[in-house]
């Protein structure tokens, strides 16, 4: 698996506009994205056709694999041991790049979603979580291209490829960490389509870009929900006997408490700003009769997801560890104090609640 560098800040907005030939290589996944949602989600579901549609798929995005982004001296941020940010990404082995290009975070996005696509087929995913990944990618897609032409004779040339280890533990512990880059990913674009249609609202913009916006938001949004999927596509057993483990182990180095919380990962601290920047503009016009129900539609759309989201976390939890407590939850407590009788699950379940809570007044 390849390093993944992502911008300083988290955001779309700060990349420097400097392109060579990388978006003729998102016109070139484009198109094989749409073609293989025409396969995934046709009307009759056959597995063997899936199963070579993927194959062929991967062999197709092979020249995407391991990019040469060619970093300026000093664009890669040192990491500071100190900075929660820091340590969240030296584990998942996340590069933070400074006044990183258009170019170079779209070179990412693609070696990324190539290593993703190479190890698909090999998933107990269902055709439905992929269908997400596919249609996030397709958002994902068409924000980088917009407003840009594609030249006919271009070729992806080369002939690189990414490898997925053999051994069981090294390939469980290789989709928990890819499966983050793809998270990653996911938000950094769902949070500037969030920046956008909050934008677009407050400037009295045009509602149907606007309700655009806040689809594709939503659908990369739900494609961060598969790509765990994606991440947790292992045993129980192997999850207790290696991520755990593994987590655990990072954190002692980092001396912190037993486990990785949303509050440490930059990505999701930052396209939760933008969601809830969204929400509170969203609220304060619906209250006021000032909002057009096609974005009441489309932010409802967006509240389905974020509430499916956190069950199937909890799901995840409940099948990778069961009644036991998390390593969050494990790392807090103290010899002596009184056992903590909520499971991972039943947090995540709490958290849903709270979720249900933030948005019921979409419904109102």
Request: one cysteine or more.
């Amino acid at each position: 698996m390849n390093q993944c560098y992502l911008p300083l800040k988290s955001s779309i907005s700060e990349l420097e506009f400097i392109f060579n030939d990388e978006v003729e290589k998102m016109f070139y996944f484009d198109k094989r994205v749409r073609n293989q949602i025409d396969i995934l989600l046709g009307e009759t579901y056959m597995l063997p056709g899936v199963l070579n549609a993927f194959s062929k798929f991967s062999e197709a995005l092979a020249p995407l694999v391991n990019p040469d982004l060619a970093f300026k001296d000093g664009q890669v941020k040192e990491k500071d041991m100190n900075d929660k940010y820091d340590i969240y990404d030296k584990y998942f082995e996340v590069s933070r790049v400074r006044n990183m290009t258009s170019g170079q975070f779209i070179q990412q996005f693609l070696d990324t979603s190539a290593e993703v696509i190479s190890e698909l087929q090999y998933t107990s995913m269902s055709r439905g979580e992929i269908a997400y990944i596919l249609k996030a990618w397709e958002a994902a897609n068409a924000i980088i291209l917009k407003d840009k032409s594609s030249s006919l004779d271009f070729e992806l040339k080369g002939t690189s490829s990414t490898t997925a280890p053999e051994n069981n533990k090294d390939r469980a512990l290789y989709r928990w960490k890819l499966a983050h880059h793809n998270f990653a990913l996911f938000l950094i674009f769902s949070g500037y389509c969030f920046e956008k249609a909050a934008q677009g609202i407050e400037n009295g913009g045009d509602v149907a870009e606007i309700e655009d916006w806040i689809d594709k938001g939503a659908h990369l949004f739900r494609g961060t929900t598969a790509s765990m999927e994606f991440g947790n596509s292992f045993t129980a057993s192997i999850y207790k006997s290696v991520i755990r483990p593994d987590m655990s182990k990072a954190n002692d180095e980092a001396n912190l408490p037993n486990g990785f919380s949303g509050t440490q990962n930059l990505e999701y601290v930052e396209w939760r700003s933008r969601k809830k920047n969204l929400l509170n503009i969203i609220k304060a016009r619906k209250e006021q009769g000032d909002l057009d129900q096609r974005i009441i539609d489309a932010i409802e759309m967006f509240r389905a997801y974020y509430l499916e989201d956190m069950h199937v976390h909890s799901i995840i939890a409940g099948r990778m560890v069961g009644m036991e407590k998390s390593l969050l939850q494990e790392g807090f407590m103290r010899p002596g104090s009184k056992p903590i009788k909520l499971t991972a699950a039943d947090v995540l379940r709490t958290m849903a609640a709270m979720r249900e809570k933030e948005t019921s007044f979409i419904l109102n």
